[in-house]
């Protein structure tokens, strides 16, 4: 008998090998991209609790006061976390105002630099507590915070201290700043001139 060529069979046994390489082609590619998204959700979902927690992290300005007669103010704060401590030396500070001829007056720092209060070492200390520096702010605790007037360039200086706002009638603003991006900011008026004094 002779042996005739099955063109038939043979599209057929091509046409099933390129099948099969498309359906392993197929789930190659399906458990690359589920394995991706799994690992993009699995992010989201840390990047979610993080931001969750950071965005209900504040600072609360409870009450500022006037310390001295001349360039020192007293704030007493509430620190307020769903999150974790933060580090003293990490939360920075602004103090500025723009005064009557339009200039700016700036000066910065960290929680833990004031000169000139009732320790010179120590710039916050807890409500109710020995002056100590703390280590960390603990949410739900108040803390007291002193700084100078001033400015970098002239850190003795006096600009947008209580007397200096006071004698040009103008407000000044204290921003602190916390470590991963947010900020709370105080508008300052001196009404009464006079240490103790309430700063609205």
Excluded at 4 to 12: M, R, S, T, Y
Excluded at 81 to 87: I, R
Excluded at 172 to 183: D, M
Aim: charged share 20%; proline share 3%; hydrophobic share 40%.
């Amino acid at each position: 008998m002779e042996e005739k060529e099955d063109i038939l069979a043979q599209v057929g046994l091509g046409a099933m090998i390129l099948f099969v390489g498309s359906l392993i082609a197929i789930i190659s590619c399906a458990s690359v991209m589920i394995l991706q998204l799994e690992i993009i959700s699995e992010k989201t979902e840390a990047v979610v609790a993080t931001t969750s927690k950071e965005a209900h992290t504040q600072v609360v300005f409870v009450g500022a006061w006037i310390h001295d007669a001349y360039d020192d103010y007293l704030f007493m704060i509430e620190y307020q976390s769903l999150g974790k401590e933060v580090q003293v030396e990490d939360v920075g500070f602004m103090l500025w105002c723009v005064d009557n001829a339009g200039t700016m007056h700036r000066k910065t720092g960290d929680l833990g630099s004031w000169a000139s209060g009732p320790d010179s070492n120590v710039a916050i200390w807890e409500v109710g507590d020995d002056i100590v520096e703390p280590a960390s702010l603990e949410s739900g605790k108040r803390y007291f915070i002193g700084v100078d007037g001033g400015t970098d360039a002239d850190p003795n200086g006096d600009e947008c201290g209580p007397q200096y706002i006071h004698d040009q009638g103008i407000q000044a603003y204290y921003t602190i700043f916390l470590p991963f991006g947010g900020h709370t900011t105080q508008e300052l008026r001196v009404t009464t001139f006079g240490p103790g004094e309430s700063v609205v």
